[in-house]
């Protein structure tokens, strides 16, 4: 009795030091509104020491200048990272890094998980949550989202203006929310439990988001190929470019980390070109399937990849057939998620062929209108001159996309109904079991059942007496033999 006594004092003695504890670390930890901005803070700090750090690397390897100077053109290239347009010397720089973007993206990722994991694990603990707290996960999120974002957008409009760009705070606000916006609130969301795009939706948001994400990402996915083949195959004047610079060992690693920066782009000018738009690289050049014009070009080693000025012949055509099967595959996908959601409605829903080929062309030309959006991020110019050019032929690109595509959408659409048809058909057509009832075993047949089988398939049709006849019904059998039936064996 005594030992119980003293077991429950230990235990009550432990809950009262974690419940002490507890409150102790609630004590000691900010409110989660100033811990999302300190934190929209520190992503700005990282993203800004990165640029920092490789641009003092380019210093090292050739130091021409002072280090402030070199502050100042890090904090330049770290607005440009955010759409914003820098000017050295003259030379007015607009083209997007988006590589650099995407790192702001991986950063601003990492340091809002973290905080909203820890802000789930407190106000849910981890429990199983009723629809009232889903709400409040729900409201949570977009709360985290504003205060992330507003003072990320803060810090950009102040850089800006501290580098003398007061006339493009705009854009650095807008450059703020584009980059940060979206993924916070999706980043943030994930971490709280609520899905803000999710393939898990039902209905026709599930088939909108998948055929458009599968037809944007295969266009992307072929023209990275595309270029990666470019730069194997012409990677004797890609070397040649990056020698003639004769950047040295610590100036080859900073020129080939910033050209990674530019890749992306390259990329996104690939797409164009498969599209059938094309790109530019100044005003004298002029790359699509059908017209390959090159003029002089910056030296970029990257820029190596381009093609000669022969004339390509009709058979880059066939390039044109990248978009639109991008675009069948993401209207096959979108067909095929809402085909089974009319299957499995109840009662089950029949879609047509008409509207199959219409949910097609409209997945198609939305691909390609998102298509459009992220190859016009590429777009921008990198000098006052020849240069003020580079990048997509934009108009091109706003017709030719989402036309190919949706093509590819309107037959992906047609023909996917047809083939769920044929196989609707043979699965009816096809003998179904009879259903047995759960938890029991098929039972196999009897021998004499076989053999009854057997002897009846056997048997002529003409040969077989009437129903109604009974003479001949009874079997003869050889009374002296004493042998028995051999198709019903002996029943005595």
Aim: proline share 5%; charged share 15%.
């Amino acid at each position: 009795m005594a030992r119980r006594r003293r077991t429950r004092t230990a235990v009550l003695e432990t809950h009262a030091e974690e419940s002490e504890t507890s409150v102790r670390d609630r004590a000691r930890t900010l409110p989660w509104r100033a811990t999302t901005a300190l934190s929209a803070v520190g992503t700005a700090l990282a993203s800004w020491i990165i640029v920092t750090a490789f641009c003092s690397l380019g210093w090292l390897s050739q130091s021409q200048s002072s280090y402030a100077q070199v502050l100042e053109f890090g904090t330049h290239a770290w607005l440009l990272g955010h759409g914003v347009p820098m000017t050295i010397e003259g030379v007015r720089v607009s083209v997007i890094p988006l590589g650099f973007a995407l790192l702001v993206m991986l950063v601003t990722t990492s340091f809002v998980m973290t905080i909203a994991r820890h802000l789930a694990t407190r106000a849910f603990g981890g429990r199983a949550r009723t629809e009232r707290q889903d709400a409040e996960a729900r409201g949570l999120a977009l709360r985290m989202t504003v205060w992330f974002t507003v003072p990320y957008m803060a810090i950009l409009a102040v850089a800006a203006s501290a580098t003398g760009e007061s006339a493009q705070i705009g854009r650095a606000l807008i450059g703020g929310l584009v980059i940060c916006g979206p993924i916070t609130l999706i980043t943030t969301g994930r971490a709280l439990g609520w899905s803000v795009i999710t393939f898990n939706q039902g209905g026709w948001i599930r088939g909108v988001i998948a055929g458009v994400w599968s037809a944007v990402a295969a266009l992307i996915g072929v023209a990275a190929l595309v270029l990666l083949i470019a730069l194997i195959a012409r990677h004797g004047q890609v070397g040649a470019l990056h020698n003639a610079l004769n950047p040295g060992g610590l100036g080859g690693a900073v020129l080939a980390i910033g050209q990674a920066a530019w890749v992306p782009n390259a990329v996104l000018w690939t797409a164009a070109w498969l599209l059938g738009a094309g790109f530019t690289v100044g005003d004298d050049t002029l790359l699509t399937p059908l017209v390959s014009r090159l003029g002089p070009t910056p030296d970029f080693p990257i820029l190596g990849a381009l093609p000669s000025g022969a004339a390509p012949s009709s058979a880059g055509l066939a390039w044109l057939l990248v978009g639109v099967l991008a675009g069948a595959l993401g209207a096959f996908v979108a067909v095929r998620a809402r085909h089974n959601n009319a299957t499995q409605a109840l009662p089950p829903r029949r879609m047509s062929t008409e509207a199959a080929a219409l949910c097609g062309v409209c997945i198609g030309v939305l691909s390609g209108l998102l298509a459009c959006v992220l190859i016009a991020f590429s777009d921008g110019s990198l000098g006052v001159e020849r240069l003020r050019r580079v990048g997509p032929m934009m108009a091109r690109v706003v017709v030719l996309a989402p036309t190919l595509m949706g093509a590819g959408g309107l037959l992906a659409g047609y023909g996917a109904m047809h083939v769920f048809k044929l196989i609707a058909r043979r699965g009816a057509a096809a003998p179904s079991p009879a259903p047995q009832p759960a938890g029991t075993r098929a039972k196999r047949p009897s021998l004499r059942a076989l053999l009854r089988r057997r002897g009846e398939a056997t048997v002529p049709t003409a040969s077989r007496p009437d129903d109604n006849d009974t003479t001949d019904a009874a079997p003869t059998t050889d009374s002296g033999s004493g042998a028995a039936d051999p198709v019903h064996g002996d029943e005595g």
